[in-house]
């Protein structure tokens, strides 16, 4: 019998139950989204008159295209750095040397402690007392993404290249390789396949927090498209939520579908014997990655 990563392959009685239950689960959700419908239409969501704005050309290119534009660059910037982020801190966070691997701890833990919103906001309110200008909102939404989602990378990181046996580096010792050789040339590479789906989980949280910058009015999807089309638009507050809900929906589907063709691409082109690494907070509902995680700190 075949297994996965977290669980065995079901018999012919667990297939059974597990179709039945997925049965009843659409049942239920099916219902619950017929009432949704009936309370809409209800109150009149469902009127041509209040989705007509969103048939408009102008509405697109006035509010929402800049909005996503918005998201997309603030998005797009945080990310890099924040995967350079987690790649330096997470490195050195496995530092032989003392004086390198606990400052850079006290950075991880310290930051991946702080609320993502009051960071953006501490960032915000500093940001004038340390620049003569500049578009502070963008700074502070990018600032607080990168800090955060990179201290949590730097953890992902760690994990992953822990998570390759140790008889990958105690091989690579004893051919003459260098630390340096050994972590570029054997554990990262094995390491980042094993690390993908909790970068990828990662990614997609970093894309939705571009929207707590509608607290500090940066201009992004969020912003124009819940909060500005709205007041333009009178009664228009329920069409304007599920739009920029699907567009949301739509960018994260985009994002995994690439991260997902990047893994299988990588998959095919290496080996690994590491364990994939469980997504952050996967902790919480029992999953664990394998190979000897907790070995080193």
Same mark, same amino acid.
């Given at each position: 019998?075949?297994?996965?990563?977290?669980?065995?392959?079901?018999?012919?009685?667990? &297939?059974?139950?597990?179709?039945?239950?997925?049965?009843?689960?659409?049942?239920?959700?099916?219902?619950?989204?017929?009432?949704?419908?009936?309370?809409?239409?209800?109150?009149?969501?469902?009127?041509?008159?209040?989705?007509? /704005?969103?048939?408009?050309?102008?509405?697109?290119?006035?509010?929402? #295209? /800049?909005?996503?534009?918005?998201?997309?660059?603030?998005?797009?910037?945080?990310?890099?750095?924040?995967?350079?982020?987690?790649? #330096?801190?997470?490195?050195?966070?496995?530092?032989?040397?003392?004086? #390198? &691997? $606990? /400052?850079?701890?006290?950075? $991880?833990?310290? =930051?991946?402690?702080?609320?993502?919103?009051?960071? #953006?906001?501490?960032? =915000?309110?500093?940001?004038?007392?340390?620049?003569?200008?500049?578009?502070?909102?963008?700074?502070?939404?990018?600032?607080?993404? %990168?800090?955060?989602?990179?201290?949590?990378?730097?953890?992902?990181?760690?994990?992953?290249?822990?998570? $390759?046996?140790?008889?990958?580096?105690?091989?690579?010792?004893?051919?003459?390789?260098?630390?340096?050789?050994?972590?570029?040339?054997?554990?990262?590479?094995?390491?980042? %396949?094993a690390m993908m789906p909790a970068i990828v989980s990662q990614l997609v949280v970093l894309l939705k927090d571009t929207a707590l910058g509608y607290i500090i009015a940066y201009v992004d999807l969020l912003n124009t498209g819940f909060k500005i089309l709205p007041a333009v638009f009178f009664g228009s507050l329920i069409p304007a939520a599920i739009v920029i809900g699907v567009i949301y929906v739509g960018l994260n589907m985009a994002l995994s579908y690439l991260a997902?063709?990047?893994?299988?691409?990588?998959?095919?082109?290496?080996? %690994?014997?590491?364990?994939?690494?469980? /997504?952050?907070?996967?902790?919480?509902?029992?999953?664990?990655?394998?190979?000897?995680?907790?070995?080193?700190?």
């Amino acid at each position: 019998m075949s297994t996965t990563v977290l669980f065995d392959t079901p018999g012919p009685r667990g &297939r059974v139950r597990n179709h039945l239950l997925t049965a009843v689960s659409v049942l239920v959700v099916g219902g619950i989204a017929y009432w949704v419908y009936l309370g809409f239409d209800a109150k009149g969501q469902f009127e041509g008159k209040i989705w007509e /704005p969103f048939l408009d050309p102008y509405t697109w290119e006035t509010w929402i #295209i /800049p909005g996503l534009i918005g998201t997309l660059r603030a998005a797009g910037l945080a990310a890099v750095l924040a995967l350079a982020f987690g790649a #330096i801190f997470g490195l050195a966070r496995l530092s032989d040397h003392a004086w #390198i &691997r $606990v /400052p850079a701890g006290l950075v $991880v833990e310290v =930051f991946r402690a702080i609320p993502l919103l009051l960071l #953006i906001f501490f960032i =915000f309110y500093l940001a004038p007392a340390m620049m003569g200008g500049g578009d502070y909102a963008f700074m502070a939404v990018v600032l607080g993404l %990168t800090l955060y989602n990179g201290s949590v990378l730097a953890e992902v990181v760690r994990a992953g290249v822990q998570a $390759v046996p140790k008889g990958q580096s105690e091989a690579a010792y004893a051919v003459g390789m260098r630390k340096n050789q050994v972590m570029r040339l054997v554990l990262l590479p094995q390491g980042v %396949t094993a690390m993908m789906p909790a970068i990828v989980s990662q990614l997609v949280v970093l894309l939705k927090d571009t929207a707590l910058g509608y607290i500090i009015a940066y201009v992004d999807l969020l912003n124009t498209g819940f909060k500005i089309l709205p007041a333009v638009f009178f009664g228009s507050l329920i069409p304007a939520a599920i739009v920029i809900g699907v567009i949301y929906v739509g960018l994260n589907m985009a994002l995994s579908y690439l991260a997902h063709w990047f893994e299988r691409r990588s998959r095919r082109s290496r080996k %690994t014997a590491a364990a994939p690494v469980a /997504p952050p907070g996967a902790e919480a509902i029992g999953l664990r990655s394998g190979g000897g995680l907790d070995s080193t700190d």
